[in-house]
C-alpha cells in the first residue's frame, strides 16, 4: 500500500501561482504513473488535471491546464508536483495526489489517493 500526502495548497489572489506538492511513502517502488485530480465540492466526481509517467517523459493535460499547469516528478524523493499558474476562480478545488496504472492512456485507473489539499482563487 502507497501513502501520499499532498501540500502546498491555500489562497491565492486570480492570476497568482501555487506550487503543489506529493510525497509518496509505503511501497514507492511499487508506483507507475502519477497524476493530479479535482473536486470542485465533496461528492463530486474527481477531474483528471494533469498525469505523468514513470520515467516523467511524458505527460497529459487537461484542456483546462494545458498551457498554465506543470506536472513533474522526482523520483528519488518519491515526490510529485504541480506548477500552477494563472490561476481563475474555476481552478478552485480540492486537489489530489493519485497513483495510476497505465494502458493505452497514462492513467488508466486510480490505485491510491492521497488526502487532498485545498486550492482557493479569490477574484
Known amino acids: 500500500q502507497v501513502q501520499l500526502v499532498e501540500s502546498g495548497g491555500g489562497l491565492v489572489q486570480v492570476g497568482g501561482t501555487l506550487r503543489l506538492s506529493c510525497v509518496a511513502s509505503g511501497h514507492p517502488s511499487d508506483i507507475d504513473a502519477m497524476a493530479w485530480f479535482r473536486r470542485a465540492a465533496p461528492g463530486q466526481s474527481g477531474d483528471l488535471v494533469a498525469?505523468?509517467?514513470?520515467?516523467?517523459?511524458?505527460?497529459y493535460y487537461s484542456g483546462s491546464a494545458k498551457g498554465r499547469f506543470t506536472i513533474s516528478r522526482d523520483n528519488a524523493k518519491n515526490a510529485l508536483y504541480l506548477q500552477m499558474n494563472s490561476l481563475k476562480p474555476e481552478d478552485t478545488a480540492a486537489y489530489f495526489c493519485?497513483?495510476?496504472?497505465?494502458?493505452?492512456?497514462?492513467?488508466?485507473?486510480?490505485?491510491?489517493w492521497g488526502q487532498g489539499t485545498q486550492v482557493t482563487v479569490s477574484a
Open positions: 498525469a505523468v509517467t514513470r520515467d516523467g517523459h511524458n505527460t
Open positions: 493519485v497513483t495510476c496504472m497505465s494502458g493505452g492512456r497514462i492513467c488508466v485507473s486510480v490505485t491510491n
